[in-house]
């Protein structure tokens, strides 16, 4: 009897692979079509109209999915933490805060041994970007790490929900004129001082939010079935979010295709920052891929022993829209349903990981920034000691942790770092030039790393989930069994006392019992309607 299989059934498996990754395709044919259009209409010279209209898919595109963040992370955390106990809550906390620091110091030393063996930076390099690009950003270096902490603890508690939603605190300097009076010379003189003022910008305090729905999902789940009905609503609404962004990721070839054409086309002189930069975008590159490839994958299959290129292929369709929108939020709805169909990890666990994770993990932003600042030391050809690259390494990671809710924080961590070790600030300015593309392969970093660590969260997790698994089942069973009980037809004796009563009066069936013994009626929900009738006494029965 041969062993192989029919064309036929090959052919339908090969056409089901299709049909299963069909979107991922599509996807990643988009971005390939981006690339190569987008470099083609370079020639042509498109002017700000033109670029406006292609741009615009992309754009429509990306509010599509930010508009799904908020609903979702309120949804899937309170759903989340209202199917876990509070102490499963707060290890699952502990495990991935600790986890999600430690991959970002491990991303930060990887930075530095590749920015050491590879030496991207030389003082030709910077000679020729100042030459040949007109710099007009201007660098704030007054922020510090202190203020970076002092904010993530002001975000993280915020004293409006609502405002929550659409602003967030952060720190800035002002420049105020203060008269001083000299009583020696009795001339009053107007000095200018820097003032640090706490103030509110535009953008959603996701930090805040995770912190209340936390909080709120915990005690609602600790309710038990009085709470029930408003989880289960949540619940339902991470569903319905979920059915949403399966819809909108059918637009994602051309909204893809759209934003990758208009970033091209967008960026001026990039013969020139590819020729003098590109040394430096190959650094984080190889850096971003040697994580991805070999590091996270064998973190991976060392604490979970599967196999880690099968989770990683699951992932690619996150991949492409994390590189396309350069935004780890606005790929969470896409990574929640990869995660939860895909790669079948515990819902209870990456609706409580990936949003901590889209706001709080920084993997590829921490190398970014441990390689762009020994970099900007090579170009100008500053010596950096042991204890300074220790000192970069430390604070790239802790400037991450603390700039958790800075929008593109990358450049302000890379001030923060350059201040800690003494190095020339003026110059991140040149990194603006690229930091569109080298933004895209960071986030990518990002995205990863919270699903792998939702995976290796949920293997730790293991014994606390089938416990819990457990409980409720014998609370389901304990319940089972009183509603069985309320169901069974009681027999009433009138004298238990004397066993002869049983053979001459008859017994008496309660209301409601289920059983073809009543006399009752059969109603079309398949109930039997029973009723009571108490049985006549034989006055002729002898008793005892």
């Given at each position: 009897?041969?062993?192989?299989?029919?064309?036929?059934?090959?052919?339908?498996?090969?056409?089901?692979?299709?049909?299963?990754?069909?979107?991922?395709?599509?996807?990643?044919?988009?971005?390939?079509?981006?690339?190569?259009l987008g470099l083609a209409l370079r020639a042509a010279g498109p002017d700000s109209t033109t670029i406006l209209l292609i741009s615009y898919p992309g754009e429509l595109f990306i509010r599509m999915l930010k508009l799904m963040i908020?609903?979702?992370?309120?949804?899937?955390?309170?759903?989340?933490?209202?199917?876990?106990?509070?102490?499963?809550?707060?290890?699952?906390?502990?495990?991935?805060?600790?986890?999600?620091?430690?991959?970002?110091?491990?991303?930060?030393?990887?930075?530095?041994?590749?920015?050491?063996?590879?030496?991207?930076?030389?003082?030709?390099?910077?000679?020729?970007?100042?030459?040949?690009?007109?710099?007009?950003?201007?660098?704030?270096?007054?922020?510090?790490?202190?203020?970076?902490?002092?904010?993530?603890?002001?975000n993280i508690f915020p004293d409006n929900i609502f405002q929550a939603s659409f602003q967030q605190v952060h720190t800035v300097y002002e420049e105020q004129t203060v008269i001083q009076h000299s009583n020696l010379t009795g001339i009053?003189?107007?000095?200018?001082?820097?003032?640090?003022?706490?103030?509110?910008?535009?953008?959603?305090?996701?930090?805040?939010?995770?912190?209340?729905?936390?909080?709120?999902?915990?005690?609602?789940?600790?309710?038990?079935?009085?709470?029930?009905?408003?989880?289960?609503?949540?619940?339902?609404?991470?569903?319905?979010?979920?059915?949403?962004?399966?819809?909108?990721?059918?637009?994602?070839?051309?909204?893809?295709?759209?934003?990758?054409?208009?970033?091209?086309?967008?960026?001026?002189?990039?013969?020139?920052?590819?020729?003098?930069?590109?040394?430096?975008?190959?650094?984080?590159?190889?850096?971003?891929?040697?994580?991805?490839?070999?590091?996270?994958?064998?973190?991976?299959?060392?604490?979970?022993?599967?196999?880690?290129?099968?989770?990683?292929?699951?992932?690619?369709?996150?991949?492409?829209?994390?590189?396309?929108?350069?935004?780890?939020?606005?790929?969470?709805?896409?990574?929640?349903?990869?995660?939860?169909?895909?790669?079948?990890?515990?819902?209870?666990?990456?609706?409580?990981?990936?949003?901590?994770?889209?706001?709080?993990?920084?993997?590829?932003?921490?190398?970014?920034?441990?390689?762009?600042?020994?970099?900007?030391?090579?170009?100008?050809?500053?010596?950096?000691?042991?204890?300074?690259?220790?000192?970069?390494?430390?604070?790239?990671?802790?400037?991450?942790?603390?700039?958790?809710?800075?929008?593109?924080?990358?450049?302000?961590?890379?001030?923060?770092?350059?201040?800690?070790?003494?190095?020339?600030?003026?110059?991140?300015?040149?990194?603006?030039?690229?930091?569109?593309?080298?933004?895209?392969?960071?986030?990518?970093?990002?995205?990863?790393?919270?699903?792998?660590?939702?995976?290796?969260?949920?293997?730790?997790?293991?014994?606390?989930?089938?416990?819990?698994?457990?409980?409720?089942?014998?609370?389901?069973?304990?319940?089972?069994?009183?509603?069985?009980?309320?169901?069974?037809?009681?027999?009433?004796?009138?004298?238990?006392?004397?066993?002869?009563?049983?053979?001459?009066?008859?017994?008496?069936?309660?209301?409601?019992?289920?059983?073809?013994?009543?006399?009752?009626?059969?109603?079309?929900?398949?109930?039997?309607?029973?009723?009571?009738?108490?049985?006549?006494?034989?006055?002729?029965?002898?008793?005892?």
């Open positions: 009897m041969s062993n192989k299989m029919s064309p036929v059934r090959v052919t339908d498996m090969r056409w089901g692979w299709v049909r299963k990754n069909l979107l991922l395709m599509i996807t990643f044919s988009g971005v390939l079509f981006g690339v190569a908020l609903p979702l992370i309120i949804a899937s955390l309170i759903a989340g933490s209202a199917s876990l106990n509070a102490r499963m809550n707060g290890r699952i906390v502990v495990r991935t805060v600790l986890y999600f620091m430690a991959t970002s110091l491990l991303n930060a030393f990887l930075g530095v041994m590749l920015a050491i063996a590879i030496h991207p930076g030389s003082p030709l390099a910077k000679q020729a970007l100042t030459q040949g690009l007109n710099n007009s950003v201007t660098t704030n270096s007054n922020i510090n790490i202190l203020d970076g902490f002092l904010d993530l603890g002001r009053d003189t107007q000095i200018t001082e820097l003032v640090r003022s706490v103030k509110y910008r535009a953008g959603t305090n996701t930090l805040g939010i995770i912190a209340f729905c936390l909080v709120f999902g915990t005690l609602l789940g600790s309710l038990g079935k009085k709470g029930a009905v408003v989880a289960d609503f949540f619940s339902i609404i991470d569903t319905v979010i979920l059915k949403i962004v399966t819809g909108v990721m059918w637009l994602s070839p051309i909204g893809v295709a759209s934003v990758i054409m208009s970033k091209i086309l967008s960026v001026d002189n990039l013969g020139t920052v590819m020729s003098n930069l590109g040394l430096f975008i190959v650094t984080v590159v190889v850096g971003v891929f040697i994580y991805q490839w070999i590091i996270q994958n064998l973190l991976y299959f060392l604490f979970t022993h599967r196999n880690p290129f099968t989770f990683y292929f699951h992932l690619l369709e996150p991949w492409v829209t994390s590189f396309a929108t350069a935004s780890t939020a606005a790929t969470l709805p896409i990574t929640f349903r990869c995660m939860n169909d895909k790669c079948g990890v515990d819902p209870r666990i990456s609706r409580f990981v990936l949003p901590i994770g889209a706001t709080v993990n920084m993997d590829g932003t921490a190398l970014f920034v441990s390689v762009g600042t020994v970099f900007i030391a090579q170009m100008n050809e500053l010596p950096i000691s042991v204890g300074e690259y220790a000192t970069i390494i430390v604070t790239a990671t802790a400037a991450s942790v603390a700039s958790a809710s800075v929008p593109s924080a990358a450049l302000v961590l890379i001030l923060i770092v350059l201040t800690s070790v003494n190095l020339p600030a003026e110059d991140v300015s040149l990194l603006f030039a690229i930091d569109w593309l080298v933004d895209r392969f960071r986030t990518t970093n990002n995205m990863l790393g919270d699903c792998y660590t939702a995976a290796i969260v949920e293997h730790w997790s293991q014994g606390e989930l089938q416990a819990m698994d457990a409980e409720a089942n014998a609370e389901n069973y304990s319940n089972d069994v009183e509603k069985a009980a309320d169901l069974t037809p009681l027999v009433t004796r009138q004298h238990d006392a004397d066993p002869d009563s049983l053979l001459h009066e008859p017994p008496t069936l309660l209301k409601g019992a289920d059983s073809s013994m009543a006399n009752g009626k059969m109603l079309g929900s398949g109930e039997i309607h029973v009723e009571v009738e108490e049985a006549p006494k034989d006055t002729n029965t002898t008793k005892m």
